[in-house]
């Protein structure tokens, strides 16, 4: 994906160029968001989040995946628009896969979304299971919140003490299903629009790929990742674990 060679957004908390990508939008037409890799955060206009295509929704977490070995910066306490300038109001809403938090303009200008939220929004993220959580407790002393990038103590916490985010991962099986779901969309939405255009031709309807619930869970191993996340971004460390599951469509 190009870069948009208009004048870049600076981000909202390193103040550093945001990178743009051009995007698809739902029905029709393209949008472009901006993003800080260093900072983890996406910058979307008014609306831009809700209208992202499916496909669109599969090349920003191509993005994000692609630049994981980007280091990590803490996102600052005091953030401002980077359209009107004034100060960005942090913002509790909740979707299809729960409770998610974003940084919101006062006059509707959009939103700074953390790379996490964007993640657990779409349905990229699951909690760890109690096990799951003992086992990272036993491997890694401390991490960085996916979140924010404050550092967690797992001895004491299992929730960010600053912005008080859950420590969560992505597995194998969790990306696959996000995947499969959002190339479906995909898949459904292509077909519909090539329906409207050629109304005259019988168009075939994809079904979405079925999950065979009686398979084992591909979950990752923790113990393979614990050394790549102590102090960092366990998520972080997850994607870059995963490799080639995160290619899943051409």
């Known amino acids: 994906m190009d870069q948009n060679t208009s004048t870049p957004l600076p981000c909202p908390s390193c103040s550093e160029p945001m990178y743009s990508l051009e995007l698809r939008r739902r029905a029709v037409g393209k949008l472009a968001v901006d993003l800080c890799f260093g900072c983890c955060l996406i910058w979307f206009d008014q609306g831009e989040s809700a209208q992202l295509a499916p496909a669109a929704v599969i090349e920003l977490f191509r993005e994000i995946q692609a630049r994981r070995d980007a280091g990590r910066s803490r996102v600052s306490t005091s953030l401002s628009c980077p359209r009107c300038t004034q100060d960005l109001t942090l913002t509790h809403d ?5 409770p998610i938090q974003y940084f919101r303009c006062p006059e509707d200008g959009g939103r700074l979304t953390p790379f996490f939220q964007f993640l657990r929004e779409k349905q990229f993220l699951r909690a760890l299971t109690p096990a799951e959580l003992h086992q990272v407790r036993v491997k890694i002393k401390q991490l960085q919140c996916s979140n924010c990038g404050a550092p967690i103590d797992l001895e004491h916490s299992t929730s960010c003490p600053y912005c008080g985010s859950p420590v969560a991962m992505l597995d194998a099986d969790a990306v ?12 459904r939405e292509r077909a519909a629009e090539a329906q409207a255009a050629n109304w005259l031709q019988t168009i075939s309807e994809t079904s ?9 869970r591909n979950t990752l191993d923790l113990d393979s990742i614990a050394g790549m ?10 994607i870059a674990a995963l490799g080639d599951v995160l290619t899943l469509r051409g």
Do not use: E, F
């Open 94 to 98: 909740i979707c299809k896969s729960g």
């Open 208 to 216: 979405p790929p079925q999950r065979n619930d009686s398979a084992p």
């Open 229 to 238: 996340a102590a102090g960092t971004d366990l998520v972080q460390a997850c």
């Open 176 to 187: 696959k299903d996000a995947m499969q779901m959002w190339v479906a969309q995909d898949t």
